[in-house]
């Protein structure tokens, strides 16, 4: 069997869907370009792409079905990999990690699954607006190879209900 023969095969037997994957807003707010988060790691792209929210309220939730990778020990960030294979980072703020903890409380453990909406972190939104460089909070795709289409989203959000992004794998 050829190689796009195994690619076609492992595609369908992952049952990605042709139409794209819905990622939601992991937390309230306004929609902002990744281009202007003021830290180049995310506004460059370095990561991987994306969107920003300039966050309301005081959770952040999944933003899809899938398991937690890794869970920053500030509580600050955290990735996610779907069952599809897609790999999200969340990253509440810039310069956050400097709080060492400071501001969040977290509600998950490290490879625990979880469910689209599902309370990730706690978060002290006027606590961090005072002590952090910016509150954007990038969503970032770390696998982008894999990704064929990106449909970014506009306007406000609600965390675990809103679409931000639409993936075609």
């Known amino acids: ?32 370009a990744i281009e202007k988060v003021p830290d180049v790691v995310f506004s460059e792209k370095i990561v991987g792409d994306g969107i920003a929210i300039e966050p309301e309220g005081d959770q952040i939730v999944a933003p899809l079905d899938g398991t937690i990778g890794r869970l920053f020990d500030a509580n600050h960030a955290f990735s996610l990999e779907s069952p599809l294979g897609l790999e999200l980072f969340v990253h509440f703020g810039i310069d956050t990690v400097e709080l060492g903890g400071a501001g969040f409380k977290r509600l998950v453990d490290e490879g625990q699954q979880v469910k689209a909406g599902q309370p990730i972190l706690e978060f002290d939104l006027a606590y961090l607006k005072e002590h952090a460089k910016s509150t954007l909070t990038p969503v970032v795709i770390a696998n982008m190879e894999d990704v064929r289409a990106l449909d970014k989203k506009e306007g406000s959000v609600v965390a675990g209900t809103t679409p931000i992004l639409r993936v075609e794998l």
Do not use: K
Not at 4 to 17: E, N, T
């Open 1 to 32: 069997m050829g190689f796009l023969s195994r690619l076609r095969r492992l595609v369908a037997d992952r049952d990605v869907p042709s139409e794209g994957v819905d990622i939601l807003a992991p937390v309230s707010g306004q929609l902002v």
